[in-house]
């Protein structure tokens, strides 16, 4: 009995082994397979998230297990019942539910979008910024740009202040009655073009309006200023009837007049200085003079030519003007800017046509001065004889003159031409 316990016993060890061994030689085939899948995907360097052979791979992977677990324990599981519907048994078909391969592309989307985070007690470090020296140049140059911004308006003051025009303001304002419209237009002119001392045209005024009105008072104070912030020699005061009363003696006077603003405005260049020329009685200059000034006023000249300051002086126009004034007695002639234009539109062409060169001229007309301002001119003048200012001395003067009388007011026909022959007889 002994002996035949182990022949019996000895068929049945085989059949269990070749009953075993048949799976796992599948499995040892497979698992080969799944290796030379691996080792082709590396020779191609195929992307891992663009490789569809990885994810099949990956899925034979998982029949294997699953074919595995349930040889040795068909309790565990390790996939949903729904993730493999239509292959719940192993088969060779390669196919890829496209389900499967969306899930693994967003699984690994959201491994990339993964945020890293610092443990509390670390610091972080931002990266440091390079500096860019385009950035440095640039705030060079707006700080360069500044400087010479304050610089040039420092410059414009010191010229202002250097022709104290503020005081010629006020002495203007003081001393000429009745012409407070044209005063400021002259010294926004002024104020404008002395502020600098290079232009591309000379600066050219024309004072128009009836006799007695102040122009050549205007005038006077001009040259009487200008002479104080500058030497004499840079202020030419030009009376027709004085230094060209002849008109045999144009040619001369031509060559007179033209090699003195010559003289003048060359050595006031080197000086950096702006000349004046004051020209009186212009409607008294032949043709051959006011041609010869107006080469002067051209802009197409040298730099010394180009910074000067002509002031004209005439009657031309002054009709004209009385008539406009005795018409706007009520609109308040000359302080309303509509009206100075509707005058200057009227006067320009009458100038134009008695010369060309008044088409460079910016013209200030001068209005008639009232009784007011007669008498203000005939008090200035007692004070400036020594004459005590009595009243009754005032009016009788003022009786004298001859007026124009229309809408309640009286204007002067003669302005304040008469009042130092007047004040002589007291």
């Known amino acids: 009995m002994d002996g035949s316990q182990p022949h019996t016993e000895t068929p049945t060890a085989p059949k269990k082994l070749s009953l075993l061994s048949s799976p796992m030689r599948a499995v040892i085939r497979l698992r080969r397979k799944v290796q030379f899948l691996k080792k082709s995907r590396l020779h191609l360097n195929l992307p ?15 029949q294997i297990s699953l074919s595995r677990t349930n040889l040795y324990n068909p ?15 192993f088969t060779f ?10 899930k693994y592309k967003r699984k690994k989307t959201r491994r990339k979008s993964r ?57 203007m304002h003081r001393e000429v009655f009745g012409q407070k419209v044209a005063v400021d237009r002259i010294m926004e002119l ?57 008109k045999e003696a144009t040619p001369a006077c031509q060559s007179d007049l033209s090699e003195k603003i010559s ?15 004051i020209l009186d009685e212009v409607e008294l200059m032949s043709p051959v003079l006011l041609d010869t000034l107006s080469r002067f006023f051209q802009p197409n000249q040298t730099n010394e030519f180009l910074n000067a300051i002509y002031i004209l002086i005439g009657n031309v126009g002054g009709s004209e003007i009385t008539t406009f004034a005795l018409q706007n007695v009520s ?19 009458i100038l134009i046509h008695f010369h060309p060169l008044w088409k460079s001229a910016d013209i200030i007309p001068f209005g008639l001065l009232e009784k007011s301002h007669v008498i203000n001119c005939i008090l ?47």
């Open 48 to 62: 891992r998230e663009q490789s569809p052979e990885l994810v099949q791979t990956r899925l034979l992977q998982r």
């Open 93 to 102: 078909d390669t196919s890829v539910d496209q389900s499967v391969v969306n």
């Open 190 to 246: 002024l104020k404008e073009y002395l502020a600098t001392h290079i232009h591309n045209k000379p600066l050219v005024i024309s004072f128009n309006g009836p006799p007695g009105v102040g122009k050549s008072h205007v005038g006077w104070l001009l040259a009487k200023h200008f002479r104080s912030v500058m030497d004499n020699d840079f202020v030419l005061q030009y009376f027709v009837m004085h230094h060209c009363p002849n």
């Open 331 to 349: 609109s308040d002639l000359l302080h309303q800017q509509r009206k100075i234009e509707e005058l200057l539109y009227i006067i320009q062409p």
């Open 263 to 277: 003289e003048m405005v060359t050595r006031a260049e080197i000086e950096e200085k702006i000349p004046l020329f």
């Open 115 to 171: 945020v890293v985070l610092y443990p509390g007690s670390s610091k972080k470090y931002l990266p440091t910024e390079q500096k860019s020296k385009a950035k440095r140049c640039l705030l060079l140059l707006i700080g360069i740009i500044c400087f010479q911004i304050l610089n040039a308006i420092e410059n414009l003051d010191d010229n202002l202040q250097k022709y104290d025009l503020d005081g010629l303001e006020k002495t």
């Open 380 to 426: 200035e003048e007692m004070m400036r004889e020594g004459l005590y200012p009595d009243q009754s001395h005032i009016e009788n003067v003022a009786s004298q003159l001859s007026y124009y009388t229309t809408g309640g007011r009286e204007y002067a026909i003669t302005g304040c031409k008469q009042v130092g022959a007047k004040v002589n007889l007291l």
């Open 75 to 89: 309790s565990m599981t390790l996939f949903n019942q729904a993730t493999f519907d239509s292959s719940q048994y």
